[in-house]
């Protein structure tokens, strides 16, 4: 308490407000989450959901396994750059960024072998891709709410664990589906994304 | 402008250099001792004696391993640090008359 008084005893709230303002600014950027990764894959994802709707009703002509393979290089290889534009001091010992890069590395890794065998084996099943794409972002959403203690995420994950029940009960999976996943991909991927990067920019 | 009514000020959170802290590790969650000491510039002694009164509080975790054969320390926010930060954020916005931090 003497010491607190002492240490404090000309300081103003106003000045100690701008203080915390500044270092959970300084915080935030350390944290070096902003969200580009999902604004990439939410809007490679729409896309390509909408680019596949259109090839199975004849918009386009059919594209087949190559649009997902196509998709998929590019998302990684976004990835790849974006990750190693964020500096090396940033993601060592950071809690926040390493759970937040395992969440969705687990995600890519376990669409890209689902893929990968599916395709080699000659069982590629839309509703199972949807469903466990559907399953895996739920999860994620809900694990980098926890490690970057943004509860809003949680409603986005409840979104893809909504979408998931009412693909796995649906009786006829057709094409309108890649519609709703590509219109999804909006507010569930994409929108989450351009709010993080605007929390990691603000000044609040 | 408003003055501090120590009878509702979090002591422990309430020194410069621990709200600093605390702050940094409210939006961060974690850092090592090396970028704090940076970001604060503050001695080893001093950040150190700082960060003893934050964890025999219960608001932040610190654990020690090896990197490259060199020691490091990390330091976490807690669970509890984190609810008596916001708590403080709180109290320090209404002496001023903001309804919401």
């Keep these: ?204 | 402008m408003a003055g501090y009514n120590y009878r509702n000020v979090d002591d422990i959170i309430h020194s410069r250099v621990r709200l600093m802290i605390m702050s940094f590790l409210a939006a961060a969650r974690s850092a090592d001792f090396t970028e704090l000491k940076k970001q604060l510039e503050v001695s080893d002694g001093n950040l150190s004696t700082h960060l003893k009164k934050l964890e025999d509080a219960g608001y932040v975790v610190q654990s020690k391993s090896f990197k490259d054969k060199k020691p490091q320390t990390l330091i976490a926010i807690s669970e509890s640090g984190d609810a008596a930060f916001k708590e403080y954020v709180e109290s320090l916005a209404a002496t001023i008359g903001l309804n919401n931090s």
């Excluded at chain 1, 687990?106 to 399953?135: C, E, H, K, W």
């Design chain 1, 1 to 204: 308490m003497i010491e607190t008084q002492e240490q404090s005893g000309d300081r103003q709230p106003e000045a100690d407000i701008a203080l915390i303002r500044n270092m959970m600014m300084a915080g935030r950027k350390r944290a070096g989450v902003d969200g580009a990764h999902l604004v990439l894959w939410g809007a490679l994802l729409m896309g390509t959901f909408l680019m596949q709707y259109s090839s199975v009703v004849g918009y386009i002509p059919k594209m087949g396994p190559a649009l997902w393979g196509g998709m998929m290089i590019i998302g990684w290889l976004g990835s790849f750059y974006l990750g190693r534009k964020i500096p090396r001091a940033h993601c060592e010992h950071n809690i926040a960024l390493t759970g937040y890069t395992s969440a969705w590395l687990a995600v890519g890794i376990t669409m890209a072998a689902y893929f990968i065998t599916s395709t080699l084996s000659g069982q590629p099943d839309n509703r199972t891709i949807t469903v466990l794409s559907a399953g895996t972002f739920g999860s994620a959403f809900f694990v980098i709410s926890h490690v970057l203690n943004v509860k809003l995420l949680r409603f986005v994950a409840v979104g893809w664990w909504a979408i998931m029940v009412y693909m796995v009960q649906l009786k006829n999976f057709d094409a309108e589906i890649l519609l709703v996943m590509g219109f999804a991909c909006g507010p569930l991927i994409l929108v989450p994304g351009l709010f993080l990067r605007r929390l990691a920019g603000s000044e609040q």
